[in-house]
């Protein structure tokens, strides 16, 4: 998934040890755009990504990649918002796919075809001249139609 905003904030980093080895978590907040503005926060886990989060400035635009996941726990659920890039935005230019994943490119179009001259329906034939024995019942003394 895809959101844009501004950055507002960093969070503090986390590291610790595991037994596949050290890691390191961070953070950060983006305020949405609109009527409404919403403060947003992710999570990034790793050396790289936390690079990626630092190199950028406060209050200028980005674009973030995300994975939302949610988990439970003790009958509560729990939702993280993992981000997997975040880059600069540059109004009027389409930010760079993110890494793994890409749209299914698009059918070629074929050109278009000359336009169709629509005719309106012919009038159907009167009842009387599909079926001789039809008598309507207009053209009769009688003021049933059966």
């Excluded at 409404?36 to 990034?44: D, E, H, I, N």
């Amino acid at each position: 998934m895809e959101i844009s905003g501004r950055l507002i904030k960093i969070l503090q980093e986390v590291r610790g040890e595991s037994q596949r080895g050290p890691w390191v978590r961070g953070g950060f907040v983006i305020e949405t755009d609109g009527d409404y503005p919403r403060q947003v926060a992710f999570t990034t886990f790793g050396e790289d990504r936390l690079a990626m989060v630092k190199s950028i400035a406060l209050n200028s635009p980005v674009v973030v990649n995300f994975n939302p996941e949610s988990r439970e726990y003790e009958g509560r659920w729990y939702t993280d918002l993992r981000c997997s890039r975040i880059q600069n935005y540059v109004p009027g230019q389409m930010p760079p796919a993110a890494t793994g994943y890409s749209w299914p490119a698009a059918a070629p179009v074929a050109p278009a075809a000359a336009p169709v001259q629509m005719q309106p329906p012919a009038a159907p034939a009167a009842p009387a001249a599909q079926n001789p024995s039809f008598a309507s019942p207009l053209n009769s003394d009688e003021d049933l139609p059966f």
